[in-house]
């Protein structure tokens, strides 16, 4: 079974910055797609940002140039840099792997960017 844990959310202030961790163990290959999805109330889930396993990167317009997605394959770890914020990225954001046929989600981290 694979196992998701987002950390590093919290609450800062427009302008400010985060960065999200998520650690992935269990059953899986070391080298998987992985990406960061974010749902704020309302709204659908969205994909932030995603880094397929040949190491090709894609954002939403939203986040484009404020934001940057990584990932340390010999650890696990997927790490999401954002920058700039604004109260339009208060959200719950998930960590998500794709291995094979299945989708793997983190239990979500909040992020809330409010003065």
């Known amino acids: 079974q694979v196992q998701l844990v987002e950390s590093g959310g919290g609450l800062v202030q427009p302008g400010g910055s985060l960065r999200l961790s998520c650690a992935a163990s269990?059953?899986?290959?070391?080298?998987?797609?992985m990406g960061w999805h974010r749902q704020a109330p309302g709204n659908e889930r969205e994909l932030v940002a995603g880094i397929t396993s040949g190491g090709n990167i894609n954002y939403a317009d939203s986040v484009k140039g404020r934001f940057t997605i990584s990932r340390d394959n010999q650890k696990n770890m997927l790490y999401l840099q954002m920058n700039s914020l604004t109260p339009g990225d208060t959200a719950v954001y998930y960590c998500?792997?794709?291995?094979?046929?299945?989708?793997?989600w983190g239990q979500g981290t909040q992020v809330t960017v409010s003065s």
């Open positions: 269990g059953s899986i290959s070391r080298i998987n797609s």
């Open positions: 998500a792997l794709r291995s094979g046929l299945l989708n793997y």
